[in-house]
């Protein structure tokens, strides 16, 4: 279960104040929401961390083979329009997006929303509470997501462009980066 806590002598706390307080608690997971408010999330388990890790290199093969962009894992903090600082477990930037980020920024929770994110659901996670961050991520400028659900084995792919709020793809079946990651494919049961 994630926990949001409120700091009573801030009330919201600045970019900096935030990064600070991070840089103060290397050992918490920290996100903050687009209302202020400080969320500390558990570590994962270590088989969730072995998924992660395999996505992470799933994306990267990707992306070297293309270079259209860059890859980060769920340590990267991005400053979202909303105020949100969120960390997704694997995010691409595409080269555009970044070169308009100033490398200063880059060192910090830069303020730019990744094209593409995966969340996968952990041990200690809600549905609802990960399809909510989900759509907020499109929200906020994300144009391909990907939830997976590894208890049923099954991913919600979110789209900036959608018609229903999602859609539903097995394992079994072959997700694709779409026009945003042109050329990717990935068939989740060879990992799961």
Avoid at 134 to 140: G, S, Y
Wanted: net charge negative.
């Amino acid at each position: 279960m994630r926990l949001a806590i409120n700091i009573p002598q801030i009330d919201v706390f600045s970019d900096e104040e935030l990064y600070t307080f991070c840089r103060a608690n290397p050992e918490l997971r920290i996100e903050r929401n687009e209302k202020g408010q400080i969320i500390i999330m558990p570590p994962t388990g270590i088989e969730t961390s072995f998924r992660n890790s395999d996505l992470l290199t799933e994306i990267n093969i990707w992306n070297r083979k293309t270079r259209l962009g860059r890859v980060s894992d769920s340590n990267g903090g991005y400053t979202l329009p909303d105020s949100s600082m969120r960390a997704p477990d694997v995010a691409w930037i595409s080269n555009e997006q970044i070169s308009s980020v100033p490398l200063s920024d880059l060192k910090k929770f830069a303020h730019v929303c990744p094209e593409f994110v995966i969340e996968l659901m952990s041990e200690s996670d809600e549905l609802s509470d990960l399809k909510d961050k989900m759509v907020k991520w499109i929200d906020n400028g994300v144009l391909l997501g990907w939830l997976i659900e590894p208890r049923k084995k099954q991913t919600y792919i979110y789209r900036a462009k959608r018609e229903v709020d999602y859609e539903v793809v097995p394992f079994d079946e072959k997700l694709s980066g779409e026009e945003i990651l042109p050329g990717l494919e990935v068939k989740l049961s060879d990992i799961f």
